[in-house]
Every structure is written in structure tokens, then in C-alpha cells.
């Protein structure tokens, strides 16, 4: 059987209490990437804090909450190249302030310009940069890092 697609309606209502902790203070934004954004069967809703710590114990007392599929996902913590597609493609479900929220927004458009042409690059270009010199690296934070990702794998 094919589950239909919420509507962004009964989406709100399944995350209706993070609308309530908007005006406890304990987040400002709670944003919708896609529907189709889904990890591990679940839509992945963004947190926005505006600066704000979001203690793991606080986020999995909201997850607790909520109704329905859902990862919840602080913005703070992504990667710049996915808060730009969230930004270009989310949906605001609730926000203490509109504006405030997209003045954020445009502080990281900003900064994804500045970043954009790095941030693209293929394995090729990047070796390439590092050969002419253009790329100063590390060797030993490489080795660590490479030795920290294997380890996970």
C-alpha cells in the first residue's frame, strides 16, 4: 500500500509543540527542507536556534514529542552546502520572526558566495590546486582525519 504524501497542513499539526517551544524561547525557526527529504524513512525538520545552544537531552525530548516520521536536525550543525538547499528550497512552518530569520538566511547567502566555487570543486581540480601549490595541506590533520573516517566505515 502507497502512503499519500502529507500535506504541509498535517505536517504542522504533527509538529505543532515545537511551535509551542517558538514561544518558550527554546528554538526560533523550525523549517521543512522537501518532502522528499528523507533520511532514514523520516522528513528531516531543521531547528533554527539563531546562536542558541540545542542540547542533545533537548532534542531528543522534542523528537519524544513530536507525531509522525520525523528526523529533527539542528541547522547549526550541517554542512553550508546543505543549509544553502534548505534555504533555496525549505519550507518555513513556524518562526518567531520572519524577518530576523531571513536576515539570517541572507548572512549565510553571503557567505555560501564567498565559498560557492570552493565548496563545487571536483576531486581533479582540487588535486590539481594542491600540486601547483594553491592549497596549503596539512599532511598529518589528513592522516588523522583519514584515519578517524576509516575507522567509522
Avoid at 505536517?11 to 522537501?34: A, F, N, Q, R, W
Avoid at 600540486?131 to 596539512?138: E, P, Q, S, Y
Amino acid at each position: 500500500m502507497v502512503r499519500k504524501a502529507k500535506t504541509i497542513d498535517e505536517i504542522k499539526e504533527d509538529l505543532k509543540i515545537l511551535e509551542e517551544k517558538i514561544h518558550e524561547g527554546i528554538i526560533h525557526s523550525v523549517v521543512l527542507y522537501t518532502p522528499e527529504d528523507i533520511k532514514n524513512g523520516k522528513k528531516v525538520i531543521y531547528l533554527i536556534t539563531l546562536g542558541k545552544e540545542l542540547s542533545e537531552d533537548i532534542l531528543e525530548a522534542l523528537e519524544n514529542e513530536i507525531s509522525g516520521d520525523y528526523e529533527l536536525v539542528p541547522f547549526k550543525d550541517i554542512p553550508l552546502h546543505v543549509k544553502i538547499k534548505v534555504i533555496e528550497n525549505g519550507t518555513i512552518l513556524f518562526s518567531k520572526d520572519e524577518l530576523e530569520l531571513k536576515e539570517y538566511f541572507y548572512e549565510i547567502r553571503k557567505l555560501w558566495g564567498d565559498q560557492k566555487e570552493r565548496q563545487e570543486l571536483e576531486p581533479e581540480e582540487v588535486i590539481t590546486m594542491i600540486k601547483r601549490g594553491g592549497i596549503k595541506i596539512d599532511k598529518k590533520k589528513v592522516k588523522k582525519k583519514m584515519e578517524e573516517f576509516t575507522s567509522q566505515v
